[in-house]
């Protein structure tokens, strides 16, 4: 009697060499084919939900391409101590609630770098040109984590994965900011909404020790020079050459006849 084939399953795999303090993204995550009864332990299947719950984790230790990839080597996202574990010394994470983002964060990711640019609404009585305002207030800033499941308080069976179409991207964006810019970001928040800008990619962090030294591809990183406000009439030149009216003043003469107003 023939032998039945093997059964074969699909294991997920680094699509690229992976170092340790980058959080892995979707092209991260590759197949192969194996049979099922040599799997490595800890290996993980080839899942919907399974690559859901990888994007985004902390990569611990060296994964080489096409190595299966285990938890073992991983810090998902809602792990105990993710955050603490990612942040560099003295830096605060610092999250940003859907109806404070102007921009969807659909398109990022964590490792991303963000430009934040305030956006504000000025008081009635303003000139048109003056009547909306934007302006960077920082820069550079890493990406920790995007996930809607940070400020959304559902039960766990009832979250979306995000994988089906018609789920909406998840916007709230926890980035790593300094004492002083987790202030500044305060502060701005309550003035207006922020936009989000993604920054070019950097280049992959050097290797390093489990846990140590993680974020360190962001220190030294060049700041920008101080950024300008950009107005509305900077924007749309009309509103710069709409003309306010012309300020009136009145005055009520009172005689026998009544009351006239005179205006000047």
């Not at 921009?103 to 990711?109: H, K």
């Not at 994965?161 to 998840?170: R, V």
């Not at 101080?226 to 005055?251: C, D, F, N, Y």
Request: proline share 8%; glycine share 8%.
């Amino acid at each position: 009697m023939a032998k039945p084939p093997p059964v074969m399953v699909r294991l997920l795999v680094a699509g690229r060499d992976l170092s340790p303090g980058t959080f892995l993204r979707p092209e991260d995550l590759s197949t192969v084919t194996m049979a099922a009864d040599v799997v490595p332990s800890g290996a993980e299947i080839d899942m919907v939900a399974v690559r859901s719950r990888l994007v985004g984790a902390l990569v611990r230790r060296p994964i080489l391409h096409e190595a299966p990839l285990d938890l073992g080597d991983l810090l998902l996202a809602g792990d105990h101590g993710f955050l603490a574990a990612v942040l560099q010394p003295g830096m605060r994470a610092f999250t940003i609630s859907p109806d404070q983002i102007v921009s969807n964060a659909g398109l990022i990711w964590p490792g991303d770098h963000l430009d934040l640019i305030l956006t504000q609404q000025m008081p009635s009585g303003m000139p048109l040109a003056r009547e909306v305002a934007a302006e960077t207030i920082l820069s550079n800033l890493r990406v920790l984590a995007i996930d809607r499941q940070l400020v959304v308080s559902e039960p766990a069976d009832k979250r979306s994965t995000g994988n089906d179409e018609t789920s909406p991207a998840a916007t709230a964006v926890t980035v790593e900011v300094s004492i002083t810019d987790a202030e500044r970001l305060a502060v701005a928040l309550r003035l207006g909404k922020v936009a989000l800008a993604l920054c070019a990619s950097l280049p992959s962090p050097p290797a390093l020790a489990p846990l140590q030294g993680i974020g360190a591809q962001t220190a030294g990183m060049e700041k920008p020079s101080k950024s300008t406000t950009i107005w509305a009439g900077g924007v749309m030149h009309a509103l710069a050459r709409i003309q306010p009216p012309a300020a009136t003043t009145s005055m009520h003469v009172f005689s026998g006849d009544g009351e006239k107003e005179y205006k000047f």
